[in-house]
């Protein structure tokens, strides 16, 4: 057991009674009480010192970086993401030496069913093709591989389609660019903001570089939503 243990971390010492020496050390002879008191402060002193660098507090070691709403750092590309970046850059930049591109981010933390909890969306392998994968805030996995319903965005005051008529493969490999858009009231917004519609949750806007399309999870299930432009 060490000194700070045995002293809790502070030091009292020993009193002399009239001329008594101090019970914790043995009698000196010639030396007064009043001396030996003294020598023992000093010695006291010097454990004191000793047990609070012991006693300083310990700082726990940092939580993992997140934001506002519980987020984690993102996890480290894999390899489906890793080739989409290569086929992008490959498109964007053929065979210029000193090109580059923006890196597309790996993942996209949104709340796609509307539960208040993150989902998180990233890239997986259907074959050799690149599909999405969604892991729900209750931890459930799916990769999308089949095809999503296809519909277009309703004029203004238009009602939305009750069901979607055409597919879309479950491919993503025209994809240049992905965001969050967030559900706010009737309205997902990204910047410029679209109609939710049948939407439970927030959106995840897509684009392939001249066309753009919202995927929205409903209560028929996904629905890529072309946005025109």
Do not use: H
Not at 201 to 206: F, I, K, N, V, Y
């Amino acid at each position: 057991m060490g000194p700070a243990r045995r002293l809790g971390c502070r030091y009292r010492p020993p009193r002399c009674s009239g001329g008594d020496t101090p019970r914790s050390l043995p009698t000196e002879v010639g030396v007064p009480c009043g001396v030996q008191q003294f020598s023992l402060v000093v010695a006291g002193l010097v454990v004191v010192l000793a047990a609070a660098s012991s006693c300083a507090p310990r700082r726990s070691p940092a939580p993992p970086p997140s934001d506002a709403r519980g987020e984690t750092t993102p996890a480290p590309a894999n390899d489906a993401c890793i080739a989409i970046r290569a086929r992008i850059l490959a498109e964007v930049c053929g065979d210029e030496p000193d090109c580059d591109s923006p890196a597309l981010a790996c993942e996209q933390r949104l709340d796609l069913d509307g539960d208040g909890r993150m989902d998180r969306v990233d890239f997986a392998t259907a074959g050799d093709e690149p599909v999405l994968r969604v892991t729900f805030g209750d931890g459930e996995t799916r990769v999308l591989t089949d095809p999503f319903a296809q519909v277009e965005l309703p004029d203004l005051g238009s009602p939305w389609p009750a069901d979607a008529e055409d597919t879309s493969p479950a491919s993503v490999s025209w994809l240049v660019a992905w965001s969050v858009a967030k559900r706010e009231g009737d309205r997902l917004v990204r910047g410029p903001s679209t109609p939710a519609g049948p939407a439970l949750g927030d959106g995840l806007w897509m684009s392939g570089g001249d066309a753009a399309a919202m995927l929205i999870l409903t209560a028929k299930g996904w629905w890529l939503v072309e946005l025109g432009y």
